[in-house]
Protein backbone atom coordinates (compact mmCIF):
# COMPACT_ATOMS: atom_id res chain seq x y z
CA UNK A 1 0.00 0.00 0.00
CA UNK A 2 2.81 2.46 0.80
CA UNK A 3 6.33 2.27 -0.21
CA UNK A 4 8.87 4.68 1.20
CA UNK A 5 12.50 4.49 -0.66
CA UNK A 6 15.39 6.46 0.30
CA UNK A 7 13.37 9.33 2.00
CA UNK A 8 15.09 12.27 2.80
CA UNK A 9 13.30 16.11 3.49
CA UNK A 10 16.14 19.17 4.50
CA UNK A 11 14.83 22.33 6.13
CA UNK A 12 17.61 24.16 5.50
CA UNK A 13 20.66 22.02 6.45
CA UNK A 14 18.27 20.18 9.01
CA UNK A 15 17.19 16.34 8.20
CA UNK A 16 14.01 16.50 9.42
CA UNK A 17 13.77 13.10 8.10
CA UNK A 18 17.24 10.91 6.83
CA UNK A 19 16.79 8.73 4.05
CA UNK A 20 14.32 5.74 5.12
CA UNK A 21 13.27 3.46 3.95
CA UNK A 22 9.72 0.98 4.54
CA UNK A 23 6.62 -0.50 3.21
CA UNK A 24 3.45 -0.96 4.37
CA UNK A 25 1.06 -4.06 3.05
CA UNK A 26 -2.39 -3.80 2.27
CA UNK A 27 -5.26 -4.48 5.54
CA UNK A 28 -1.96 -4.31 8.24
CA UNK A 29 -2.13 -1.66 11.26
CA UNK A 30 1.35 0.09 11.56
CA UNK A 31 2.74 2.07 14.66
CA UNK A 32 5.13 4.59 13.50
CA UNK A 33 6.17 5.70 16.95
CA UNK A 34 9.52 8.31 18.03
CA UNK A 35 10.16 10.88 20.56
CA UNK A 36 9.10 14.46 19.90
CA UNK A 37 10.90 15.99 16.78
CA UNK A 38 11.64 12.58 15.54
CA UNK A 39 10.20 13.22 12.13
CA UNK A 40 6.97 11.34 12.17
CA UNK A 41 4.67 14.26 11.35
CA UNK A 42 6.88 15.29 8.56
CA UNK A 43 6.65 11.51 7.26
CA UNK A 44 3.01 11.39 7.10
CA UNK A 45 3.35 15.35 5.68
CA UNK A 46 5.40 13.98 2.66
CA UNK A 47 3.02 10.50 2.61
CA UNK A 48 -0.46 12.37 2.42
CA UNK A 49 0.88 15.03 -0.51
CA UNK A 50 1.11 18.22 1.52
CA UNK A 51 4.91 18.08 1.49
CA UNK A 52 7.36 17.19 -1.29
CA UNK A 53 10.41 15.16 -0.16
CA UNK A 54 14.19 16.50 -0.83
CA UNK A 55 15.00 13.28 -2.22
CA UNK A 56 13.60 9.58 -2.38
CA UNK A 57 10.28 8.33 -3.49
CA UNK A 58 7.08 7.31 -2.64
CA UNK A 59 4.63 4.99 -3.83
CA UNK A 60 0.85 4.95 -2.48
CA UNK A 61 -1.29 2.32 -3.89
CA UNK A 62 1.37 2.51 -7.15
CA UNK A 63 0.67 6.17 -7.18
CA UNK A 64 3.53 9.33 -6.78
CA UNK A 65 2.01 11.41 -4.04
CA UNK A 66 4.60 14.33 -6.04
CA UNK A 67 3.12 13.45 -9.47
CA UNK A 68 -0.51 12.43 -9.04
CA UNK A 69 -1.13 14.23 -5.75
CA UNK A 70 -5.44 14.17 -6.74
CA UNK A 71 -5.37 10.46 -7.18
CA UNK A 72 -3.65 9.54 -4.64
CA UNK A 73 -5.62 11.55 -2.11
CA UNK A 74 -8.63 10.04 -2.94
CA UNK A 75 -7.35 6.86 -1.63
CA UNK A 76 -6.43 7.82 1.64
CA UNK A 77 -8.41 9.98 4.77
CA UNK A 78 -6.44 11.46 7.49
CA UNK A 79 -6.60 12.98 11.18
CA UNK A 80 -4.08 15.59 12.00
CA UNK A 81 -2.35 16.10 15.16
CA UNK A 82 -3.45 19.65 15.30
CA UNK A 83 -7.02 20.58 14.41
CA UNK A 84 -8.39 20.78 11.10
CA UNK A 85 -12.37 21.76 11.89
CA UNK A 86 -13.86 24.86 10.80
CA UNK A 87 -15.27 26.28 13.94
CA UNK A 88 -17.63 28.36 12.96
CA UNK A 89 -19.53 25.58 11.10
CA UNK A 90 -21.60 22.76 13.08
CA UNK A 91 -20.49 19.60 13.15
CA UNK A 92 -22.97 18.41 10.30
CA UNK A 93 -21.70 20.99 8.49
CA UNK A 94 -18.11 20.39 8.61
CA UNK A 95 -19.25 16.42 7.42
CA UNK A 96 -21.05 17.78 4.72
CA UNK A 97 -18.29 19.87 3.58
CA UNK A 98 -16.01 16.94 3.85
CA UNK A 99 -18.36 14.91 1.81
CA UNK A 100 -18.72 17.36 -0.77
CA UNK A 101 -14.70 17.86 -1.14
CA UNK A 102 -14.76 13.68 -1.60
CA UNK A 103 -17.54 13.59 -4.38
CA UNK A 104 -19.60 11.58 -1.03
CA UNK A 105 -22.46 10.66 -3.40
CA UNK A 106 -25.45 12.66 -2.21
CA UNK A 107 -27.92 9.73 -1.46
CA UNK A 108 -25.35 8.00 0.99
CA UNK A 109 -24.23 11.16 1.75
CA UNK A 110 -26.76 11.88 4.80
CA UNK A 111 -26.91 7.89 5.85
CA UNK A 112 -23.23 7.82 6.59
CA UNK A 113 -22.37 10.84 8.33
CA UNK A 114 -25.65 9.93 10.50
CA UNK A 115 -24.36 6.40 11.35
CA UNK A 116 -20.80 8.06 12.00
CA UNK A 117 -22.06 10.56 14.11
CA UNK A 118 -23.89 8.64 16.23
CA UNK A 119 -21.15 6.27 16.34
CA UNK A 120 -19.09 8.66 17.88
CA UNK A 121 -22.14 10.03 20.10
CA UNK A 122 -21.95 13.23 18.27
CA UNK A 123 -25.70 13.24 16.16
CA UNK A 124 -27.26 15.19 19.27
CA UNK A 125 -25.35 17.50 18.95
CA UNK A 126 -24.62 17.38 15.30
CA UNK A 127 -26.47 21.11 15.09
CA UNK A 128 -23.72 22.94 17.35
CA UNK A 129 -21.07 25.22 16.11
CA UNK A 130 -17.90 23.00 16.69
CA UNK A 131 -15.98 26.19 18.92
CA UNK A 132 -18.64 24.95 21.59
CA UNK A 133 -17.49 21.31 21.61
CA UNK A 134 -14.60 20.35 24.03
CA UNK A 135 -11.31 19.04 22.97
CA UNK A 136 -12.42 15.12 23.16
CA UNK A 137 -15.56 15.88 21.07
CA UNK A 138 -13.50 18.24 18.49
CA UNK A 139 -10.88 14.72 18.60
CA UNK A 140 -14.39 12.66 17.75
CA UNK A 141 -15.80 14.88 15.00
CA UNK A 142 -11.92 14.66 12.95
CA UNK A 143 -12.14 10.74 13.16
CA UNK A 144 -15.42 10.39 12.10
CA UNK A 145 -14.71 13.45 9.55
CA UNK A 146 -11.73 11.36 8.03
CA UNK A 147 -14.28 7.99 7.91
CA UNK A 148 -16.37 9.77 5.80
CA UNK A 149 -15.37 8.61 1.85
CA UNK A 150 -14.28 5.21 3.80
CA UNK A 151 -10.95 5.51 2.34
CA UNK A 152 -8.80 2.04 1.79
CA UNK A 153 -6.15 3.86 3.40
CA UNK A 154 -5.77 5.98 6.95
CA UNK A 155 -3.60 7.78 8.78
CA UNK A 156 -4.00 9.02 12.15
CA UNK A 157 -1.38 11.66 13.70
CA UNK A 158 -1.65 10.92 17.15
CA UNK A 159 -5.24 10.61 17.44
CA UNK A 160 -6.20 9.85 20.59
CA UNK A 161 -4.31 12.88 21.77
CA UNK A 162 -6.31 14.37 25.46
CA UNK A 163 -8.88 11.78 25.17
CA UNK A 164 -10.54 10.09 28.20
CA UNK A 165 -9.66 6.18 27.99
CA UNK A 166 -13.37 5.29 27.18
CA UNK A 167 -13.17 7.33 24.02
CA UNK A 168 -9.83 5.57 23.69
CA UNK A 169 -11.07 2.32 23.73
CA UNK A 170 -14.33 2.80 21.83
CA UNK A 171 -11.62 4.13 19.47
CA UNK A 172 -9.41 1.42 19.25
CA UNK A 173 -12.33 -1.07 18.75
CA UNK A 174 -13.80 0.61 16.01
CA UNK A 175 -10.91 0.92 14.36
CA UNK A 176 -9.47 -2.69 14.69
CA UNK A 177 -12.86 -3.73 13.46
CA UNK A 178 -12.58 -1.46 10.46
CA UNK A 179 -9.33 -2.93 9.30
CA UNK A 180 -10.21 -6.78 10.27
CA UNK A 181 -14.22 -6.05 8.13
CA UNK A 182 -13.18 -3.91 5.41
CA UNK A 183 -9.66 -4.20 5.27
CA UNK A 184 -8.37 -0.84 5.77
CA UNK A 185 -4.76 -0.12 5.95
CA UNK A 186 -3.68 1.97 8.74
CA UNK A 187 -1.02 4.13 9.82
CA UNK A 188 -0.70 5.64 12.39
CA UNK A 189 1.82 8.08 15.13
CA UNK A 190 1.03 8.00 19.25
CA UNK A 191 3.34 8.50 22.26
CA UNK A 192 0.77 5.85 24.08
CA UNK A 193 3.01 2.67 23.68
CA UNK A 194 0.17 0.29 25.24
CA UNK A 195 -2.18 1.17 22.33
CA UNK A 196 0.95 0.60 20.32
CA UNK A 197 1.01 -2.57 21.51
CA UNK A 198 -2.60 -3.65 21.44
CA UNK A 199 -4.08 -2.37 18.06
CA UNK A 200 -0.76 -2.50 15.66
CA UNK A 201 0.71 -5.43 13.74
CA UNK A 202 4.05 -3.67 13.27
CA UNK A 203 5.61 -1.02 14.49
CA UNK A 204 8.62 1.70 12.93
CA UNK A 205 10.53 3.08 14.68
CA UNK A 206 12.20 6.50 13.95
CA UNK A 207 14.64 8.42 16.16
CA UNK A 208 16.71 11.17 14.53
CA UNK A 209 15.05 11.21 10.96
CA UNK A 210 16.57 7.94 10.82
CA UNK A 211 14.61 4.24 11.02
CA UNK A 212 16.01 2.27 13.92
CA UNK A 213 13.64 -0.55 14.14
CA UNK A 214 10.74 -1.74 12.24
CA UNK A 215 9.39 -5.26 13.64
CA UNK A 216 6.08 -6.55 15.54
CA UNK A 217 5.77 -5.41 19.23
CA UNK A 218 6.68 -9.34 20.39
CA UNK A 219 9.68 -9.58 18.49
CA UNK A 220 10.73 -6.36 19.50
CA UNK A 221 9.77 -7.24 23.23
CA UNK A 222 12.24 -10.16 22.61
CA UNK A 223 15.04 -8.42 21.14
CA UNK A 224 15.46 -5.84 23.71
CA UNK A 225 14.52 -8.56 26.63
CA UNK A 226 11.75 -5.87 27.84
CA UNK A 227 8.49 -6.66 28.97
CA UNK A 228 6.33 -3.98 27.51
CA UNK A 229 6.75 -1.84 24.49
CA UNK A 230 6.99 1.12 26.31
CA UNK A 231 10.06 -0.03 28.06
CA UNK A 232 11.72 -1.87 24.55
CA UNK A 233 11.26 2.13 22.93
CA UNK A 234 13.30 3.67 25.91
CA UNK A 235 15.97 1.13 25.25
CA UNK A 236 16.31 1.57 21.65
CA UNK A 237 15.63 5.18 21.69
CA UNK A 238 17.30 6.16 25.15
CA UNK A 239 15.80 7.97 27.97
CA UNK A 240 16.73 11.90 27.16
CA UNK A 241 13.94 13.91 26.89
CA UNK A 242 13.74 15.71 23.14
CA UNK A 243 13.24 19.50 22.42
CA UNK A 244 10.54 19.69 19.75
CA UNK A 245 10.49 22.68 17.63
CA UNK A 246 7.85 24.37 18.04
CA UNK A 247 7.13 26.46 15.25
CA UNK A 248 9.02 27.74 12.10
CA UNK A 249 10.05 31.37 14.64
CA UNK A 250 12.08 28.83 16.29
CA UNK A 251 13.31 26.87 13.66
CA UNK A 252 14.82 30.39 12.31
CA UNK A 253 16.80 30.85 15.22
CA UNK A 254 17.89 27.62 15.12
CA UNK A 255 19.26 28.22 11.98
CA UNK A 256 20.41 32.09 13.03
CA UNK A 257 22.53 30.05 15.44
CA UNK A 258 24.03 27.53 13.05
CA UNK A 259 25.29 30.58 10.81
CA UNK A 260 26.40 32.37 13.22
CA UNK A 261 29.14 29.57 14.05
CA UNK B 1 -18.11 23.04 -9.67
CA UNK B 2 -19.60 21.53 -6.70
CA UNK B 3 -16.41 22.19 -4.43
CA UNK B 4 -16.41 25.88 -5.67
CA UNK B 5 -20.23 26.28 -4.56
CA UNK B 6 -19.41 24.41 -0.89
CA UNK B 7 -16.58 26.41 -0.35
CA UNK B 8 -18.45 29.71 -1.57
CA UNK B 9 -21.28 28.83 0.65
CA UNK B 10 -18.93 28.16 3.80
CA UNK B 11 -17.79 31.94 3.69
CA UNK B 12 -21.16 33.38 3.43
CA UNK B 13 -21.93 31.20 6.49
CA UNK B 14 -19.22 32.52 8.57
CA UNK B 15 -20.18 35.89 7.48
CA UNK B 16 -23.65 35.78 8.48
CA UNK B 17 -23.19 34.25 12.03
CA UNK B 18 -20.06 36.93 12.44
CA UNK B 19 -23.18 40.11 12.93
CA UNK B 20 -19.98 41.74 15.29
CA UNK B 21 -17.92 41.77 11.72
CA UNK B 22 -20.45 42.92 9.97
CA UNK B 23 -21.11 46.19 11.73
CA UNK B 24 -17.34 47.11 12.49
CA UNK B 25 -16.44 46.64 8.87
CA UNK B 26 -19.57 49.04 8.61
CA UNK B 27 -17.72 51.68 11.47
CA UNK B 28 -14.97 53.02 9.55
CA UNK B 29 -16.55 54.43 6.08
CA UNK B 30 -19.66 55.04 8.16
CA UNK B 31 -17.24 57.30 10.11
CA UNK B 32 -15.47 59.37 6.85
CA UNK B 33 -19.07 59.40 5.40
CA UNK B 34 -20.25 61.60 8.63
CA UNK B 35 -16.59 62.98 9.93
CA UNK B 36 -15.43 64.16 6.19
CA UNK B 37 -18.57 64.69 4.19
CA UNK B 38 -20.17 66.62 6.80
CA UNK B 39 -16.85 68.00 8.11
CA UNK B 40 -14.78 68.89 4.71
CA UNK B 41 -18.91 69.48 3.00
CA UNK B 42 -18.33 73.36 3.11
CA UNK B 43 -15.25 74.01 1.99
CA UNK B 44 -16.19 71.20 -0.94
CA UNK B 45 -19.51 73.31 -1.72
CA UNK B 46 -17.58 77.15 -1.84
CA UNK B 47 -15.01 75.95 -4.52
CA UNK B 48 -18.25 74.79 -6.46
CA UNK B 49 -17.62 71.25 -6.48
CA UNK B 50 -21.38 70.19 -5.36
CA UNK B 51 -22.12 68.00 -1.99
CA UNK B 52 -19.14 66.21 -0.81
CA UNK B 53 -21.02 63.62 0.94
CA UNK B 54 -22.10 62.66 -2.54
CA UNK B 55 -19.39 62.87 -3.83
CA UNK B 56 -17.48 60.36 -1.37
CA UNK B 57 -19.90 58.05 -1.46
CA UNK B 58 -19.21 56.42 -3.89
CA UNK B 59 -15.38 55.95 -3.13
CA UNK B 60 -16.52 55.05 0.57
CA UNK B 61 -18.90 52.02 -0.87
CA UNK B 62 -15.45 51.02 -3.00
CA UNK B 63 -13.44 51.19 0.76
CA UNK B 64 -15.84 49.00 2.04
CA UNK B 65 -15.62 46.54 -0.73
CA UNK B 66 -11.72 46.91 -0.36
CA UNK B 67 -11.57 46.04 3.40
CA UNK B 68 -14.30 43.36 3.54
CA UNK B 69 -12.75 41.71 0.30
CA UNK B 70 -8.79 41.66 1.55
CA UNK B 71 -10.42 40.53 4.42
CA UNK B 72 -11.80 37.89 3.73
CA UNK B 73 -8.80 36.46 1.31
CA UNK B 74 -6.46 37.56 3.96
CA UNK B 75 -8.44 35.07 6.49
CA UNK B 76 -6.79 32.43 4.81
CA UNK B 77 -3.74 32.65 7.11
CA UNK B 78 -6.14 32.05 10.17
CA UNK B 79 -7.59 29.15 8.25
CA UNK B 80 -3.28 28.12 8.26
CA UNK B 81 -3.12 28.64 12.05
CA UNK B 82 -6.44 27.24 13.47
CA UNK B 83 -5.78 24.43 10.46
CA UNK B 84 -8.97 24.73 8.11
CA UNK B 85 -6.98 24.84 5.60
CA UNK B 86 -5.30 21.72 5.66
CA UNK B 87 -8.82 20.04 5.28
CA UNK B 88 -9.12 21.74 1.98
CA UNK B 89 -5.16 21.21 0.97
CA UNK B 90 -5.48 17.07 0.94
CA UNK B 91 -9.10 16.66 -0.22
CA UNK B 92 -8.84 15.03 -3.89
CA UNK B 93 -9.38 18.37 -5.89
CA UNK B 94 -7.81 20.90 -7.93
CA UNK B 95 -6.50 23.46 -5.67
CA UNK B 96 -8.00 26.33 -8.69
CA UNK B 97 -11.43 25.45 -7.52
CA UNK B 98 -10.65 25.65 -3.93
CA UNK B 99 -9.08 29.04 -3.93
CA UNK B 100 -12.11 30.68 -6.93
CA UNK B 101 -14.51 29.20 -4.28
CA UNK B 102 -12.67 31.35 -1.52
CA UNK B 103 -12.08 34.30 -3.80
CA UNK B 104 -15.89 34.41 -4.98
CA UNK B 105 -17.41 33.68 -1.42
CA UNK B 106 -15.16 36.97 0.13
CA UNK B 107 -16.42 39.12 -3.55
CA UNK B 108 -19.99 38.21 -2.25
CA UNK B 109 -19.46 39.09 0.98
CA UNK B 110 -17.80 42.68 -0.28
CA UNK B 111 -20.26 42.92 -2.37
CA UNK B 112 -23.51 42.52 0.66
CA UNK B 113 -21.32 44.91 2.75
CA UNK B 114 -20.52 47.94 -0.05
CA UNK B 115 -24.41 47.11 -0.59
CA UNK B 116 -25.35 47.77 3.13
CA UNK B 117 -23.00 50.53 2.52
CA UNK B 118 -24.69 52.35 0.50
CA UNK B 119 -28.51 51.49 2.55
CA UNK B 120 -26.49 53.64 5.36
CA UNK B 121 -25.77 56.53 2.84
CA UNK B 122 -29.23 56.99 2.01
CA UNK B 123 -30.30 56.79 5.47
CA UNK B 124 -27.46 59.77 5.71
CA UNK B 125 -28.37 61.87 3.03
CA UNK B 126 -27.69 60.50 -0.02
CA UNK B 127 -29.38 60.35 -2.67
CA UNK B 128 -28.07 58.38 -6.53
CA UNK B 129 -28.48 60.50 -9.76
CA UNK B 130 -29.82 57.73 -11.96
CA UNK B 131 -31.80 54.92 -10.95
CA UNK B 132 -31.11 52.75 -14.26
CA UNK B 133 -27.20 53.17 -13.83
CA UNK B 134 -27.57 50.97 -10.78
CA UNK B 135 -26.72 47.78 -12.77
CA UNK B 136 -23.42 49.48 -13.51
CA UNK B 137 -22.60 50.19 -9.99
CA UNK B 138 -23.21 46.55 -9.21
CA UNK B 139 -21.24 45.03 -12.03
CA UNK B 140 -18.40 47.56 -10.50
CA UNK B 141 -19.07 46.56 -7.05
CA UNK B 142 -18.97 42.64 -7.97
CA UNK B 143 -15.07 43.26 -10.19
CA UNK B 144 -14.11 45.35 -7.18
CA UNK B 145 -14.74 42.66 -5.19
CA UNK B 146 -12.84 39.80 -6.93
CA UNK B 147 -9.78 41.78 -7.67
CA UNK B 148 -9.25 42.58 -3.92
CA UNK B 149 -10.56 39.58 -2.64
CA UNK B 150 -8.10 37.81 -4.99
CA UNK B 151 -5.61 39.81 -3.60
CA UNK B 152 -5.81 39.47 -0.27
CA UNK B 153 -6.25 35.43 -1.03
CA UNK B 154 -2.63 36.41 -3.12
CA UNK B 155 -1.45 37.34 0.19
CA UNK B 156 -2.93 34.95 2.36
CA UNK B 157 -1.25 32.17 0.28
CA UNK B 158 2.04 33.95 0.40
CA UNK B 159 2.46 34.82 3.87
CA UNK B 160 2.70 32.42 6.38
CA UNK B 161 1.57 33.73 10.16
CA UNK B 162 -0.60 36.43 11.34
CA UNK B 163 2.93 38.85 12.03
CA UNK B 164 2.58 40.46 7.79
CA UNK B 165 -0.86 41.34 9.04
CA UNK B 166 -0.21 44.80 10.16
CA UNK B 167 2.21 45.33 7.36
CA UNK B 168 -0.02 44.80 4.73
CA UNK B 169 -2.90 47.31 6.52
CA UNK B 170 -0.41 50.14 6.62
CA UNK B 171 1.66 49.65 3.47
CA UNK B 172 -0.69 48.20 1.22
CA UNK B 173 -4.61 48.46 2.01
CA UNK B 174 -4.48 52.79 3.31
CA UNK B 175 -2.38 53.36 0.34
CA UNK B 176 -4.61 51.66 -2.35
CA UNK B 177 -7.47 53.45 -0.39
CA UNK B 178 -6.21 57.21 -0.18
CA UNK B 179 -4.78 57.12 -3.77
CA UNK B 180 -7.77 55.86 -5.66
CA UNK B 181 -9.37 59.12 -5.57
CA UNK B 182 -12.22 57.98 -3.35
CA UNK B 183 -11.58 61.18 -1.37
CA UNK B 184 -10.94 63.62 -3.62
CA UNK B 185 -11.26 64.31 -7.84
CA UNK B 186 -8.59 63.29 -9.91
CA UNK B 187 -8.81 66.23 -12.18
CA UNK B 188 -5.83 68.73 -11.71
CA UNK B 189 -3.68 66.85 -9.38
CA UNK B 190 -0.01 67.43 -9.29
CA UNK B 191 1.98 64.95 -12.07
CA UNK B 192 3.47 63.10 -9.05
CA UNK B 193 0.16 62.02 -7.58
CA UNK B 194 -1.86 61.86 -10.72
CA UNK B 195 1.29 59.11 -12.00
CA UNK B 196 0.26 57.11 -8.35
CA UNK B 197 -3.50 57.13 -8.99
CA UNK B 198 -3.40 55.90 -11.99
CA UNK B 199 -1.25 52.90 -10.43
CA UNK B 200 -3.98 51.77 -8.30
CA UNK B 201 -6.63 49.60 -9.22
CA UNK B 202 -9.34 50.97 -7.25
CA UNK B 203 -8.89 54.47 -8.58
CA UNK B 204 -10.75 52.65 -11.88
CA UNK B 205 -13.00 50.81 -9.35
CA UNK B 206 -14.21 54.45 -7.58
CA UNK B 207 -14.24 56.33 -10.66
CA UNK B 208 -16.76 53.72 -12.36
CA UNK B 209 -19.01 53.56 -9.58
CA UNK B 210 -18.82 57.32 -9.12
CA UNK B 211 -19.75 57.75 -12.68
CA UNK B 212 -22.66 55.17 -12.01
CA UNK B 213 -24.12 56.37 -8.98
CA UNK B 214 -23.46 60.39 -9.76
CA UNK B 215 -23.37 60.82 -13.55
CA UNK B 216 -21.18 63.22 -14.80
CA UNK B 217 -18.55 61.74 -17.07
CA UNK B 218 -16.21 58.90 -16.09
CA UNK B 219 -12.35 60.43 -15.52
CA UNK B 220 -10.55 58.04 -17.15
CA UNK B 221 -13.69 56.62 -19.35
CA UNK B 222 -16.11 53.75 -18.58
CA UNK B 223 -14.41 51.05 -21.07
CA UNK B 224 -11.08 51.75 -19.64
CA UNK B 225 -12.46 51.60 -16.09
CA UNK B 226 -13.53 48.48 -17.08
CA UNK B 227 -11.21 46.84 -19.11
CA UNK B 228 -8.47 47.84 -16.41
CA UNK B 229 -10.87 46.65 -13.45
CA UNK B 230 -10.92 43.05 -15.47
CA UNK B 231 -7.53 42.44 -16.65
CA UNK B 232 -5.95 43.07 -12.65
CA UNK B 233 -8.67 40.99 -11.63
CA UNK B 234 -7.71 38.25 -14.62
CA UNK B 235 -3.99 38.60 -13.30
CA UNK B 236 -4.94 38.32 -9.60
CA UNK B 237 -6.53 35.63 -10.05
CA UNK B 238 -3.70 33.90 -11.67
CA UNK B 239 -1.36 34.83 -9.52
CA UNK B 240 -3.46 33.69 -6.29
CA UNK B 241 -4.29 30.31 -7.61
CA UNK B 242 -0.12 29.97 -8.58
CA UNK B 243 0.65 31.24 -5.14
CA UNK B 244 -2.11 28.76 -3.12
CA UNK B 245 -1.06 25.57 -5.96
CA UNK B 246 2.15 25.96 -4.11
CA UNK B 247 0.89 26.36 -0.24
CA UNK B 248 2.74 22.78 1.26
CA UNK B 249 1.80 22.62 5.14
Known sequence: ?261 | MNVIYILWLRQLKRYIRSRARVVASLAQPVLYLLAMGYGLGPIFLKAGMGSYRDFITPGLVAMTLLFTAVFSGIELIMDRQFGFLKETLVAPVPRLWIILGRILGGATIAFFQGLIFLCVSLIAGYRWDNLAALPVAFLFMVLIGIVFSALGSAIGSALSDAQGFQFVIGFLIMPLFFLSGAMFPLDNLPAALAFVTRLDPLSYGVDGLRHALNGGAAHFGLAADLLVLSAVAALLLAASSWLFSRIQA
Open chain 1, 1 to 261: MIRAQHLTKLFGTFAAVNDISFEIQRGEIVAFLGPNGAGKTTTIKMLTTLLKPTSGSIQVDGLNPATQPNEVRKRFGIVFQDPSLDDELTAQENMEMHGALYKVPRQIRAGRIEKLLTLFELWERRREPVKRFSGGMRRRLEIARGLLHTPPLLFLDEPTLGLDPQTRNQLWLQLKKLNEEEHVTIFLTTHYMEEAERVAHRVVIIDGGRIIAQETPQELKQQTGSQTLEQAFLVLTGSTIREEEANPTDRMRRMAKMWRR
